[in-house]
């Protein structure tokens, strides 16, 4: 038995280490940038890549998040359709009220639990959808960085809104100045510069452009199902 518990100890003290090398290796500070018309620029070039004339006259947008959220976004009438497990929530996410859709009685406590976790479901899952439309909502602020890697992106930080204020992104873009992937500085991931793709485009009835596919390290798939 002590040999046993020997052997397991030194298994998870060589798992810790490694961790430990892992975030050393993959862990970046977020870069400095320079904030300014030029930065502007780019994210407007960045959104007008993905059509964001279409994206602001689409009037609905349908996605399944990684198979477990469901939404229906009426943008007219500024009101989402929330699903998960066996939940169904119509939010108004801009005033973080709502309606109970399922058939269960909920009390009043649980009604503000359900609305909640809708409002925080929506704030994440929507970002995948279309952060890149997002460059210039209030409260965020705009920068051309230099990576460690020597590429060059577009940085946007949100001082404000949404669930985790104060989280950042880079934008790497291509030669046509579309998204091709995003790196992370945000409170909800351990490490800081997670990169995940940006790719897989699809083309709303809209015109408006939405990626599917959002990978990280080679395999972990954030996926947009049946987006329309």
Not at 8 to 18: H, M, P, Q, R, T
Request: glycine letters at 8%.
């Amino acid at each position: 038995m002590k040999k046993f518990l020997r052997i397991a100890s030194l298994i998870f003290l060589g798992l810790i280490l490694v961790l430990f090398v892992f975030y050393l290796l993959k862990n970046e500070s977020l870069p400095e940038g320079k904030a300014g018309p030029e930065a502007d620029e780019l994210a407007m070039k960045m959104m007008e890549s993905l059509n964001y004339e279409a994206w602001q006259s689409t009037p609905e947008v349908s996605w399944v998040f990684k198979g477990i959220h469901s939404y229906e976004w009426n943008r007219e009438q500024h009101m989402v359709n929330v699903k998960w497990d066996d939940h169904e929530v119509m939010l108004d996410p801009a005033n973080k009220k709502g309606s109970i859709l399922d058939e269960r009685e909920h009390n009043e406590m649980e009604t503000e639990e359900l609305i909640n976790t809708a409002w925080d479901y929506f704030n994440n899952d929507s970002f995948w959808l279309c952060a890149p439309f997002k460059a210039f909502d209030p409260g965020t602020e705009r920068s051309i960085v230099t990576l460690k890697d020597g590429r060059q992106g577009l940085k946007v930080t949100y001082t404000s809104g949404g669930s985790t204020p104060g989280d950042s992104y880079v934008w790497i873009l291509d030669e046509n100045n579309r998204p091709t992937s995003v790196k992370m500085w945000v409170s909800i991931l351990p490490l800081g510069g997670m990169e995940f793709t940006w790719e897989n485009y699809k083309t709303l009835k809209s015109g408006a452009m939405i990626a599917q596919d959002h990978v990280a390290f080679g395999g972990v798939n954030i996926e947009l199902s049946a987006v329309h």
